[in-house]
C-alpha cells in the first residue's frame, strides 16, 4: 500500500505571505541606522578612510601588558567618541565616510533584497534583512553584513536555486558603478613609487583590474577611495557568499544543481583549500584573514542543507545563469585579500 501523498506543500504555497507589520519594520530601520553609523566611522578611519589611525600614534607605551589590556576597552572608548566628534565637526570627514557607508550598504541591501524578492515570489516566509553593526575595526568595515531568514521550507530546487542566487547577482550589479566611480576617481602614486614595509595592501580583484584597465590606471600604485573600498568590500562578500558550502549562497546553487552529494563533496573541498590559502597568506603575506573564511567554511560544512518538497532537477536556463553566478565568482574572488608587505 503506497503512502498518502502530502498535500501540505500544495496548501502552504496557496496561503497569501503576510507583510510585516510597522514594528518589525521599524526593528530592521534601527539596525539599518546604527549599521549606518558605525559603517560611516569605520569610513574614515585606516585602512578604509584617510583620516585616523587606530591605535592612535600617540599612544603611550605601555611596559605592563596587564595594563594595557585592563585599560584597552577605556583606550577604544575614547577613540571612539574622538572619531565621532570629528565627523561632528569636520563636513570634509563626514562625506568621506558617508561615501564609504552609503555605497556598502547599497551594495549589501541590494543582495540582501534579491533575496528577499525572490522569497515573496515563491512564497516562501522569510524575514527583512537584519543588518549586522560592529564596532569600527572589530568588525570589518564597522558590519559583518546582513542576512535573512527563511521560516518555512523551500518548495523546490528550483526555488533553492533562483533565491541563492538572486543576492550575489544583485550585490554585483549594484557594486559595478561604485567600482567604476572608484577607479575613475582613484590617484595614482608616481611609477616607480616603493611601498614601506609593514603596509597593508587590498589585493584587486579581476573586476577591479579591469576596469583599471579601461581607465588606463595602474591599480598596484592605485590610493584607494571610499567608493574603492565599498566596491573591495561588496566584492569581498560576493565572493565569499558564492563559495559551494554549507547554506552559503553558492551552497544553495550547488545543491540545486548538483544535487546533495556533490554539495557535500564542494563544502569539503572549499575547507580544505581555504585552510591552505589561509597557512600561505600567513606565511607569505603575513595575514590572517583567511583563518576567520576557514573556520566560517568549516562551520558550514557542518550544517545539513534542508531538503526542498519538490526534487525535481533544474532547466537548461538555470544551469547558464549558473555558469554566470561561476563568472561572477571569478571576478570576485582574490585568494589573499588582504596583505601586509
Given amino acids: 500500500m503506497s503512502e498518502p501523498y502530502d498535500f501540505s506543500y500544495l496548501l502552504e504555497n ?12 521599524a526593528k530592521h530601520i534601527v539596525f539599518l541606522l546604527i549599521t549606518l ?3 560611516t566611522i569605520a569610513g574614515i578611519v585606516i585602512p578604509f578612510g584617510p583620516g585616523i589611525p587606530f ?3 600617540d599612544l603611550p607605551q605601555w611596559e605592563d601588558t596587564a595594563a594595557l589590556i585592563a585599560w584597552a576597552p577605556t583606550l577604544y572608548s575614547l577613540f571612539i567618541v574622538n572619531v565621532i566628534y570629528v565627523l561632528l565637526t569636520d563636513v570634509g570627514l563626514l562625506v568621506t565616510g558617508l561615501k564609504f557607508s552609503i555605497s556598502l550598504l547599497f551594495i549589501l541591501t541590494s543582495h540582501e533584497m534579491g533575496h528577499y524578492i525572490a522569497c515573496r515570489i515563491y512564497r516562501v516566509d522569510c524575514s527583512l534583512p537584519y543588518f549586522i553593526p560592529t564596532p569600527p575595526m572589530i568588525g570589518p568595515a564597522g558590519t559583518f553584513g546582513a542576512f ?11 526555488a533553492i536555486f533562483d533565491i541563492g542566487v ?7 550589479l ?35 583590474k579591469a576596469i583599471g584597465l579601461i581607465f588606463g590606471k595602474d591599480m598596484s ?17 560576493t565572493a565569499l557568499n558564492l563559495i559551494p558550502s554549507g547554506q552559503l549562497d553558492g551552497g544553495h546553487a550547488i545543491y540545486a544543481a548538483l544535487g546533495e552529494k556533490i554539495h557535500a563533496w ?28 576557514a573556520i566560517l567554511l568549516g562551520v558550514m560544512m557542518r550544517i545539513p542543507h534542508p531538503q526542498p518538497w519538490d526534487e525535481t532537477p533544474l532547466d537548461g536556463k538555470r544551469k547558464a545563469v549558473a555558469i554566470i553566478t561561476l563568472l561572477i565568482f571569478i571576478l570576485c574572488f582574490v585568494p589573499f585579500p588582504i596583505k601586509i608587505t
Avoid at 538572486?166 to 554585483?172: E, R, V
Fill in 14 to 25: 496557496e496561503l497569501p505571505l503576510p507583510l510585516p507589520d510597522a514594528r518589525t519594520v
Fill in 37 to 39: 553609523c558605525t559603517a
Fill in 55 to 57: 591605535p592612535p600614534a
Fill in 148 to 158: 535573512i531568514r527563511i521560516r518555512s521550507r523551500m518548495p523546490t530546487r528550483r
Fill in 166 to 172: 538572486a543576492g550575489p547577482i544583485a550585490g554585483f
Fill in 174 to 208: 549594484a557594486l559595478i558603478p561604485i567600482a567604476f566611480t572608484g577607479v575613475a576617481t582613484m590617484q595614482t602614486m608616481p611609477v616607480g613609487t616603493s611601498i614601506p614595509p609593514d603596509t597593508l595592501v587590498f589585493a584587486d580583484p579581476l573586476l577591479m
Fill in 221 to 237: 600604485l592605485g590610493v584607494g577611495n571610499s567608493f574603492y573600498f565599498a566596491a573591495w568590500m561588496g566584492m569581498l562578500v
Fill in 266 to 293: 564542494t563544502g569539503k573541498i572549499a575547507f580544505v583549500a581555504m585552510a591552505v590559502i589561509s597557512i600561505l597568506g600567513m606565511l607569505v603575506y603575513h595575514s590572517p584573514s583567511g583563518f576567520l573564511i
